[in-house]
C-alpha cells in the first residue's frame, strides 16, 4: 500500500469516527429520555409483547395468524387496514371485542413503513416488546416455550432478529380447507432466508421492514450476532415461517395487489420462477412446537 492511500485511510476513519461521536452527542438528549422511559415502562408494562402488522386483502388468514400468536404469548395485536375490501371487519370484530385487537385504518400507498412508524410513536408506553411482522409470517419458539419467556434474555439489546425459513406452496394449486401450518410444510434451503426484528420501542428510531434503527446500539439475533449479507441463519431459539407463496392461486393474488413496501409492480415470472425454490425440504417444526405447547 502506497503512504498516501494509508494516510488516507486513516483520515477516512477518523472522520466516520467523529461523525460518529457527533451524532452519539447530539442524540443523548434523546437516548436519556428514552432510558427514563424504558425504565418506567419496564416496572408495569401493560403487555410484555405485541406484533403491530400491515394487511390487505387477507380475511381468509387473519384468524388462525392471531389465535397463533396469541398462544405463544403475543398479548395485543396493532393491524394496520391498507387499502382491504374483502370481510377482514367481521373476521376481526371478535377480536376487537375481546380487547385483543386496535384497528387503524391506514389508506396510504406504500404504507408499510409509515405504519410501523405511527405503531412505535403512539404505543411506546403500552408494551416491552413490539414484533413488526406480516400476516403470511408465524414467529414461534421451536421448544415450545411462549415467546415472552424467551424474550426475557434480551431485554439489555434494543431489538432481536428472527431468521424467516421460507415456505411455499408444498403442490398445492389451490388454497386447501386446512390451515396455513398444516397445509404448506415445505421450505427452501438455508440460503433463502431474511430476519424480521422484535423491536424495543421506546429505543428505536427508525423502524425497517426487515431490520430497524435504534438511538444507541443494535439489533442482534437470537445467538447475539450482527445480521449481515450472507450470514448462515439459527433457527433454533425463535424463528419464523414465512408462508411466502401458501398457494400458487393466492401467489397469483398477491402478486396482482402489489406490495405495501414498494411501488414497484410485481413480476410475475420472477415470483413463480422464485417460488419453485421453495420447496426443497420437509420442515415441521411448527407442528412439534405446537404439540409441545399442548
Same mark, same amino acid.
Given at each position: 500500500?502506497?503512504?498516501?492511500?494509508?494516510?488516507?485511510?486513516?483520515?477516512?476513519?477518523? %472522520?466516520?469516527? /467523529?461523525?460518529?461521536?457527533?451524532?452519539?452527542?447530539?442524540?443523548?438528549?434523546?437516548?436519556?429520555?428514552?432510558?427514563?422511559?424504558?425504565?418506567?415502562?419496564?416496572?408495569?408494562?401493560?403487555?410484555?409483547?405485541?406484533?403491530?402488522?400491515?394487511?390487505?386483502?387477507?380475511?381468509?388468514?387473519?384468524?388462525?395468524?392471531?389465535?397463533?400468536?396469541?398462544?405463544?404469548?403475543?398479548?395485543?395485536?396493532?393491524?394496520?387496514?391498507?387499502? !382491504? &375490501?374483502?370481510?377482514?371487519? &367481521?373476521?376481526?370484530?371478535?377480536? %376487537?371485542?375481546?380487547?385483543?385487537?386496535?384497528?387503524?385504518?391506514?389508506?396510504?400507498?406504500?404504507?408499510?413503513?409509515?405504519?410501523?412508524?405511527?405503531?412505535?410513536?403512539?404505543?411506546?408506553?403500552?408494551?416491552?416488546?413490539?414484533?413488526?411482522?406480516?400476516?403470511?409470517? /408465524?414467529? /414461534?419458539?421451536?421448544?415450545?416455550?411462549?415467546? *415472552?419467556?424467551?424474550?426475557?434474555d434480551y431485554r439489555d439489546?434494543?431489538?432481536?432478529?428472527?431468521w424467516q425459513a421460507f415456505?411455499? !406452496?408444498?403442490?398445492?394449486?389451490? $388454497?386447501?380447507?386446512? *390451515?396455513?401450518?398444516?397445509?404448506?410444510?415445505?421450505?427452501?434451503?438455508?440460503?433463502?432466508?431474511?430476519?424480521?426484528?422484535?423491536?424495543?420501542?421506546?429505543?428505536?428510531?427508525?423502524?425497517?421492514?426487515?431490520?430497524?434503527?435504534?438511538?444507541?446500539?443494535?439489533?442482534?439475533?437470537?445467538? $447475539?450476532? &450482527? @445480521?449481515?449479507?450472507?450470514?448462515?441463519?439459527?433457527?433454533?431459539?425463535? $424463528?419464523?415461517?414465512?408462508?411466502?407463496?401458501? !398457494?400458487?392461486?393466492?401467489?397469483?393474488?398477491? @402478486?396482482?395487489?402489489?406490495?405495501?413496501?414498494?411501488?414497484?409492480?410485481?413480476?410475475?415470472?420472477?415470483?413463480?420462477?422464485?417460488? !419453485?425454490?421453495?420447496?426443497?425440504?420437509?420442515?415441521?417444526?411448527?407442528?412439534?412446537?405446537?404439540?409441545?405447547?399442548?
Open positions: 500500500m502506497a503512504p498516501w492511500q494509508s494516510n488516507l485511510d486513516r483520515r477516512r476513519y477518523r %472522520i466516520e469516527n /467523529f461523525k460518529n461521536s457527533l451524532k452519539t452527542l447530539l442524540r443523548m438528549p434523546l437516548i436519556m429520555r428514552a432510558r427514563l422511559r424504558d425504565r418506567a415502562v419496564s416496572r408495569a408494562p401493560r403487555f410484555k409483547l405485541t406484533a403491530c402488522a400491515i394487511f390487505r386483502e387477507e380475511a381468509p388468514f387473519l384468524a388462525e395468524w392471531i389465535r397463533f400468536h396469541q398462544n405463544v404469548g403475543f398479548e395485543h395485536f396493532y393491524l394496520y387496514n391498507n387499502f !382491504s &375490501t374483502d370481510n377482514f371487519r &367481521t373476521v376481526l370484530e371478535p377480536f %376487537i371485542e375481546e380487547g385483543l385487537v386496535t384497528l387503524v385504518d391506514w389508506p396510504r400507498p406504500v404504507g408499510q413503513l409509515s405504519a410501523y412508524q405511527d405503531c412505535v410513536r403512539r404505543r411506546w408506553n403500552e408494551a416491552l416488546w413490539i414484533g413488526l411482522f406480516d400476516i403470511d409470517e /408465524f414467529l /414461534f419458539a421451536p421448544d415450545g416455550r411462549d415467546v *415472552p419467556s424467551v424474550l426475557r439489546l434494543p431489538g432481536v432478529c428472527v415456505y411455499g !406452496s408444498s403442490g398445492h394449486v389451490e $388454497r386447501p380447507e386446512s *390451515p396455513v401450518v398444516e397445509a404448506y410444510t415445505m421450505r427452501a434451503g438455508p440460503d433463502i432466508t431474511t430476519a424480521k426484528t422484535i423491536v424495543n420501542p421506546r429505543l428505536v428510531y427508525k423502524p425497517g421492514v426487515h431490520l430497524s434503527k435504534f438511538l444507541f446500539g443494535e439489533g442482534m439475533d437470537t445467538h $447475539r450476532r &450482527t @445480521i449481515v449479507p450472507g450470514m448462515p441463519p439459527k433457527l433454533d431459539i425463535l $424463528r419464523i415461517n414465512y408462508y411466502w407463496s401458501r !398457494s400458487l392461486a393466492d401467489l397469483d393474488q398477491k @402478486i396482482r395487489r402489489g406490495d405495501a413496501s414498494t411501488s414497484a409492480l410485481r413480476d410475475r415470472d420472477w415470483h413463480f420462477d422464485f417460488e !419453485s425454490k421453495l420447496n426443497v425440504e420437509r420442515d415441521e417444526a411448527i407442528l412439534e412446537a405446537m404439540r409441545r405447547q399442548r
